[in-house]
């Protein structure tokens, strides 16, 4: 069985990790190595069995922890090549891999794929995990539109960790001046609840089990509007799964993926 942790996702910091026959990939480690730690041992996860942490951008709140923890875990940190550009002077020996678009790398039981996504950021990617069982995960957050490439990359997953960054109205009636609005509305920005629920009604399928909305906005967003948006597109495509909310401040319990 393979089973899904989201430790946290917000703009304070993200990680994921995905844990199948003994062995754990992280997804991002977007909080210091000790909160990442703390938010692991509170939900039954042991770190010692971490084989890699795959970032998918620079940015602090997707790989403030990274480098320390891989060092202290002796595990690579799995990026596209541009995002190493921009860790590498602070990655202290840690070792590292590179995923390439269109490429994987194996780590333990799990095949990464990546591709690329619209940010601003060097180099950002999408992550599509699999397990040796076949169970196939998607992580894909700070993406300001879903792609052709994303949707090919992300099809056919038994579980989907997406986006719902901004509710559209309250993004407009909310604190951010018209220029930092328009940043995170933009191509280059984040997904809004709606453009997350198009999405997420492309890529159901009967095998699709669980789907986490990630990265809320806390100005922008609430979990009740992007449940209210996303859980009739996803109930239009037949999705017989479960939808769950991550939360910034607290890990989810562990979810089992069957499938």
């Known amino acids: 069985m393979t089973t899904l942790f989201v430790l946290g996702s917000g703009s304070r910091g993200n990680c994921v ?8 990939l992280l997804v991002d480690a977007g909080f210091s190595a000790r909160e990442i730690e703390r938010r692991a041992a509170a939900v039954g996860l042991g770190l010692q ?3 890699g942490i795959a970032v998918t951008h620079e940015h602090k709140d ?4 990274a480098a320390r923890l891989a060092r202290r875990l002796g595990a690579p940190v799995v990026t596209s090549p541009g995002t190493w550009d921009r860790l590498r002077h602070r990655a202290g020996g840690a070792q590292h891999r590179l995923v390439s678009l269109g490429g994987q790398v194996e780590l333990g039981p799990f095949s990464i794929a990546a591709c690329p996504t619209w940010h601003d950021a060097s180099e950002p990617v999408a992550f599509a995990v699999r397990a040796t069982d ?3 995960i998607g992580v894909a957050y700070d993406l300001g539109k879903a792609t052709a490439g994303l949707r090919y990359l992300l099809k056919d997953m038994n579980a989907l960790v997406l986006e719902a960054n901004h509710d559209e109205v309250r993004l407009r009636l909310g604190p ?6 328009h940043r995170i509305a933009g191509s280059g920005g984040h997904l809004s609840n709606r453009a997350a629920a198009e999405l997420l009604g492309q890529l159901s399928h009967p095998g699709l089990r669980l789907v986490v909305l ?6 922008c967003n609430t979990a009740a509007d992007a449940r209210a948006t996303v859980e009739p597109a996803l109930s239009r ?4 799964g479960t ?3 991550a939360e910034q401040a607290a890990p989810l319990p562990p979810l089992p993926i069957w499938g």
């Not at 997707?62 to 922890?65: E, R, V």
């Not at 951010?176 to 609005?181: D, E």
Request: hydrophobic content about 40%; overall charge negative; proline content about 5%.
């Open 17 to 24: 990790a995905i844990s199948h026959d003994g062995a754990t």
């Open 49 to 51: 069995s971490v084989v």
């Open 62 to 65: 997707h790989s403030a922890g």
């Open 134 to 136: 076949g169970t196939g």
């Open 176 to 181: 951010y001046p018209p220029s930092v609005q």
């Open 214 to 219: 990630a990265h809320l906005s806390e100005s």
């Open 237 to 240: 495509a037949g999705f017989a």
């Open 243 to 245: 939808l769950h909310v």
